[in-house]
Every structure is written in C-alpha cells, then in structure tokens.
C-alpha cells in the first residue's frame, strides 16, 4: 500500500492477536528453539489499507501459524501516516518496537542507518535471494548490508474512467497537453471534472518532476536538484493544471477526496498505483470492473516518469525473538505469498519467479503495471530519503493553491535540503 508519504492516518491503529494453537498472548517474545522448532511470538506491524488490503495480510499471517503451530502473530494494522515515527520512537526507548515492519522502500536506509534493524544477510529471511528484481532488492542495502526482504514493488499510472472518457469522446492522454485538452471535453460533456490531483502529499508531484526531467537530489554526485529549471517547471506545470480547471486539488484529507470523488464518478482521472486497486473496485463507478482503465502517468516536457515504491519487512534489532522473525519474514515475502497477494489485490511481486504464475501472468492490472515498475525512477536510497517529502510537500500544497509561487516554492524547498543535507552542493 501506498496511500503517500505524509498521508494522514485512515483509521486508528487496529490490533488483532493471531495466536496459533500452543502459542501464548502474554506479551512476551521469548523463543524456544529446543528440538529445533521455532515458538515464542512475533508482533507484526503491517501498514497496508485498513478494510481491504489488511484482511489479506492478517489472513496470510494465520498461515505462517499453521506452518509453525508454537508461534503466535500478533497482528497490528498501524496508520501508514502514523508507522514511521512511531516505529523510530518505540525503537528509540527500547520499548514497543514490533519484530517485524512492513516498511516503505525510503524508511528501510534511514532505519538500518540509525541502527534499528537487524541485518539479514546469512539468515533464513533472505531465503532464494537471487530471485529478487534487481529493483526492488535496492531499497533493501545499506551500506553492503542487506537489511529488508522486498514485500511488494509499485509505480504510479492514471486512472481513467471508460465510460466518462468515452462520453466525451476523448482517449486517454498521453502528455499533458492532452491532459488539459481532455478535461476541457470532459467538462463540456459531462459537467464533470478531469483530474483529481492530490495537493496533501508530495509523492503525486513526482510524476511530474521526473516528467520534466527534473529530480529531488542527485545522490550519487551529492548535490540539490529540486530548485532547478527543471524543478520550477514542474511546480508551474501542476499549478497550470489547477489554474485551468482541468485539475481539482485539495489541502487536506487528499486520499479520501480523491478516492471518494474517483469511485463516485465526479472526476474522471486520477493518478494511483496498484495499492489503489481493492478500495477502487468497491465504488459504484467500478462495480463493473472493465469500466476501469489504466494509462502511463501523461508525460511532461522532458518525458514520461513515475516513482518506484514498494514495501519491504523489516526486522528490528532489539527482536527478542530473532529466529522466528526472521522465518516470518521469509514467510511473507516467498513466492507462495506473493502469488497469492497478487491473485487477490493485484499488487506487484518482488519475485521473478512468481511472474511466471500463471495466475499473476494473466492478471490484466499486473499487466499494465510491470513494465511502468520497470521503468519507474529510482528515488535515492540514503538514510534521509524519507525526510525529503517533509519540505516539498508544504511548498507543493502552497503552490497549488497559490500561497507562493512555483519559483519561490522550489527555492524553499532547495533551502530545506541543504539544511538537512548539510555537506550537498
């Protein structure tokens, strides 16, 4: 799931004990390994959507008790908005912290980098290594340590709706000058809005910043992009989107706006990733699935381009119960899981083998995906990757709704990051 990186909370945290026949609800992780049979408990912390993707995971979590009758899984659904400063504080105290987190790609570097997690290299969680996407195994190092197992892989692409596309007699736009062009017809046929772009979360304004070529930082040469030509563009272009009425945005509660208002019919495009799908289908717009279409992110100036995301599991240093961590790791990334992750929420394996399924190869939204997953940008792996949305989330809702200006909003942005990138050009 990825409902964005400075989401607000869904829902309040929901904790569901899954404790499998001979294990115990005491609280405690202590782990017996006598006969070398794995027991004790494992708390997970997973942060996928609440009412959709989380009664998947918590029923792939029983299964890991069926396969270790003497483990017990605590299940705890924790925010996305909420989990990773919460995990940094429970980790911090040494109090709390759960064995394993499903952690977002740009957490896992700033977690090993603090020391909070435990490295997996020579354990059994890193169990058929090889068989990892070179892609999604990247966000997993740190410093030539590997410190998470690649859960799910994503990218972003553009939602349509067939049927209002279809009423204006517009295909679905593949820059975005078409962009504008088709929701002006939309507007004009159907009295409805084209596109919803999400103004509380600067994740959505990537799509846009690599489409003009632009980027946040080059890590590899240590130097600030985002206040460059490049960077003011692509703040002037979302802005021209909303100036011209072919984008309606928000300041607030952005994924349930969007949502809400996609799934209902009242605009016609939104851009999403495969973690969007589940809640989708249950609007009345989608009850007919096919009436849901899915394009390339419209390009800009300088080209197509969407962020690579995705989920890795974590384990925490501090585990007192390591061996079972560990299994439960490899467990909830293996190419059983996945497959079955992706036949019931289409969400995009980290395994190589696991594409070869027949029922992930036939899976029309897998289809799509894949190859824009494999183009996607790599956003840089370096411990303060996460700490980047902080800064150029507040400039991106200010520019949209014109508190400053795209000019002045890059440059506040650059300035951010120089403070928290203190030896950067």
Known sequence: MRRGIAATALVAALGVTLAACGGSDSGSNGASKSSGELSGTVTWWDTSTVGSEDKVFKKLAEGFTKKHPKVTVKYVNVPFGEAQNKFKNAAQSGSGAPDVIRSEVAWTPEFADLGYLAPLDGTPALKNQDDFLAQAAASTKYKDKTYAVPQVIDSMGLFYNKKLLKEAGVEAPKDITQLKAA??????????????????????????????GGDMVDAENKTITIDNE????????????????????????????????????????????????ADTYAGKEFADKANLGIAPVPAGSGGQGAPQGGHNLAVYAGSKNLDASYAFAEYMSSAEVQTQVTKELSLLPTRQSVYLESEVAGNEKVGFFKPVVEKAVERPWIPEGGSLFAP?????????TGQTTP??????VGEGYRKLLKDWK
């Open 183 to 212: 929701a002006a017809k939309i507007k004009e046929k159907t009295g409805k809005s084209g596109l919803y772009l999400r103004g509380d979360d600067a994740y959505w304004f990537l799509s846009f910043l690599y489409g003009e």
């Open 230 to 277: 490049a960077g003011v563009k692509a703040f002037k272009t979302v802005k021209d989107l909303v100036d011209s009425k072919a984008a309606i945005t928000d300041a607030t509660n952005g994924w349930d706006n969007m949502q809400a208002a996609f799934k209902d019919g009242k605009v016609a495009m939104m851009i999403n990733g495969p973690w969007a799908l």
């Open 392 to 400: 150029l989330v507040t400039e991106y809702t200010k520019v949209l």
């Open 407 to 412: 000019e002045q909003g890059a440059k506040t």
